[in-house]
Structures are given as structure tokens and as C-alpha cells.
């Protein structure tokens, strides 16, 4: 395994630096999509959980969690009792997100999602629209927007509002539609470095008799170099243990941080939640309050924000596909 990976640092090493991205597009904060155009490839499992762990990682980091499906997985998993309010497909006709913001569990605010947001795709001609509300709230932190399996007029609207998209990959077929956010990209003009394929519920148990590739893991790294796609320095591999998380007889849904911290997918989790801070490099410092509650304070005069970093490739670095689950895991200050 050590040597394998040793081969794509390698490859790694000798590929061209990536473009700088563009500016950040919607605010002074930082935007992520979570896109993928196929589904079951855990689109939710990680926006929801990367929301937790880049809370927990800095909290004071103003997390806010969009959820542009028609599933209430977000809701399960954040809301604090039940009450009314606007949700998100009523923030996206008014043209506002203030009002719809609820602090949740974990610190992390977000807004709930709607059973019939899927109307909207026949209301919505604007891909900017989500863009201008996330600008619109001035959010000093992170905006998380999750998607649904498609590349409709939603999905666009995220993905022309983020700084970057993750393009969620667990075999070859989800890969070969991972490459088409990256041809929209390109024609809307925005660097293919906009966004980054993560290989995600990765079953790490399938092995192939023959060929180059002996797993999937080798089969799917091969896939993304020869199409040379920008691609993570993490992946997120399947685990029963987490799927109990959001199946299961109390209807709870919970975070992988808190109800599986002995194990190897929690770890990577810590890992992608790091990288994707180190490449967003949010101003961590500013602590705003919601815009649904006061004002902030006066803020004294600051430096502009800092540019994006390079989104750099780095697959040698990523956390042992073989690591023993007894192992303690790093912990999440």
C-alpha cells in the first residue's frame, strides 16, 4: 500500500501547480458546494458532518449549513425542537436568507429544508440567485451548500456561488458524471480548480483478481488521473457503523464526531475538515453574530480578506486505507 502511494505522490509531484481560483464570489466569507450529479455517493452524510467537525475544529467559525434537497436529513440532525419559519424555498422567492436562519445542534446554524423545493426549478430561470442571497447576509464564516443529485438550475445556483465545490466520486460511474461539473465550469469560465473530486463511501473491501488496479480505491485514483481531474488529498471510505448513525430504531440522526469517534471514517472526517480549511482559509478570527440576531459589534479596520490558497493535490497524504480502528483517533479540540 506504502508503495502504491508512494507512485501517485509521485505523479503528484509532476503535475503542473493548478491555476489560482478566482475570488471569493459571494461575501466576505467563504462558500462550499457539495455536489455530486449522481446519487448515493453521500452528498448529506459529509456536507451535514463537515458542518460538525469544522464547528468543533474552530468555534468560533460561524458555520451555516443550506440544504438545496427536498430531504429533511438536515433537520433531523440540527433542529432544536420543532417550532415554524421560513424555510429555505420560501428564503429563495423572497430573496432573503436572514429570516430563515436557526442556530442548531453542535453551534451550527442552518436553514431548514423544504419538502417542495423542487418547484423552484420551474420558478428559478437566475443561477445567481443563491449567490447574491449568500452575499446578501454578509456570513464571516463558512456557507455549506448541499445539493441534489442533479446539475439543474438548484445545483447550478450553488456551485456559481462557492469558492469550492466538492465533486462527490465513490466508483466509476459517479466519476463519469463528477466530470461533468468540471465541463460546466470551464464553459461558465471559472478554473477547473473551482472544484475537487472526493472520494467518498469508498468500500475499501473490493479487490478485482486482476488488472493494474487491485481495488477500488487503485481502480478509481486511476480513473481520476487519466481523465485528470482535480482531486483531494482525503477520501471517506463506506462504513456500516456510520450508516446506524442516520438509519436507525430512535429515528436520530447523529453525528459521526459524536457517535463514532473510535472509528477510521471519524478520522478521516478530522482530515478532510482540516484540508478543507487550509484551502478555503476563512477569516477563522471574525466571529459574527447571525443575521437574525443583534448586529455585530464595530468591527476595527482589518486587512482584506486573504486570497484562496492553491488547491494542491496531495493523495500522499492521506490517512492509511489499512489503519487498525482500534487506534486512538486524533481529537477534535
Known amino acids: 500500500m506504502s508503495r502504491f502511494f508512494d507512485a501517485i505522490r509521485r505523479a503528484d509531484d509532476a503535475r503542473p501547480a493548478p491555476a489560482a481560483p478566482v475570488p471569493p464570489a459571494a ?65 429563495l422567492r423572497t430573496g432573503s436568507l436572514a429570516g430563515a436562519i436557526r442556530l442548531g445542534n453542535y453551534g451550527v446554524h442552518y436553514v431548514p429544508t423544504s419538502p417542495r423545493i423542487s418547484e423552484l426549478k420551474r420558478e428559478i430561470g437566475d443561477p445567481e440567485r443563491l449567490r447574491r442571497l449568500v452575499a446578501g447576509i454578509g456570513w464571516r464564516g463558512v456557507v455549506i451548500v448541499d445539493t441534489k443529485s442533479d446539475l439543474e438550475i438548484l445545483t447550478q445556483n450553488a456551485l456559481r456561488a462557492c469558492d469550492l465545490a466538492l465533486v462527490l466520486a465513490r466508483d466509476l460511474a459517479s466519476v463519469d458524471e463528477g466530470a461533468k461539473v468540471f465541463d460546466l465550469l470551464v464553459r461558465w469560465g471559472r478554473p477547473r480548480e473551482t472544484a475537487r473530486i472526493l472520494l467518498a463511501h469508498v468500500d475499501l473491501r473490493v479487490k478485482y ?82 443575521p437574525a440576531g443583534p448586529p455585530p459589534a464595530e468591527r476595527s479596520e482589518q486587512a482584506p480578506d486573504p486570497p484562496l490558497r492553491p488547491l494542491g493535490v496531495d493523495a500522499g497524504g492521506w490517512p492509511g486505507t489499512d489503519a487498525d480502528a482500534t487506534d486512538p483517533p486524533p481529537r477534535v479540540n
Do not use: C, W
Open 27 to 91: 461575501g466576505p466569507g467563504r462558500t462550499l458546494a457539495v455536489v455530486s450529479n449522481k446519487g448515493g455517493v453521500g452528498k448529506t452524510t459529509v456536507a451535514t458532518n463537515l458542518a460538525v467537525y469544522l464547528r468543533a475544529l474552530h468555534e468560533e467559525l460561524p458555520i451555516l449549513l443550506v440544504g438545496l434537497d427536498d430531504q429533511a436529513t438536515i433537520d433531523r440532525m440540527f433542529a432544536i425542537g420543532s417550532g415554524g419559519g421560513p424555510t429555505i424555498a420560501e428564503a
Open 209 to 290: 483478481a486482476s488488472g493494474e488496479a487491485r481495488d477500488i480505491l487503485a481502480l478509481l485514483l486511476q480513473e481520476i488521473r487519466r481523465r485528470d481531474l482535480p482531486l483531494l488529498g482525503t477520501f471517506v471510505s463506506s462504513s456500516p457503523k456510520i450508516e446506524t448513525l442516520h438509519s436507525n430504531p430512535d429515528r436520530v440522526t447523529r453525528s459521526i464526531l459524536h457517535g463514532a469517534p473510535s472509528s477510521l471514517v471519524h478520522r478521516q472526517m478530522h482530515h478532510l475538515a482540516e484540508e478543507v480549511l487550509a484551502l478555503l482559509h476563512p477569516r477563522a478570527e471574525v466571529a459574527a453574530s447571525p
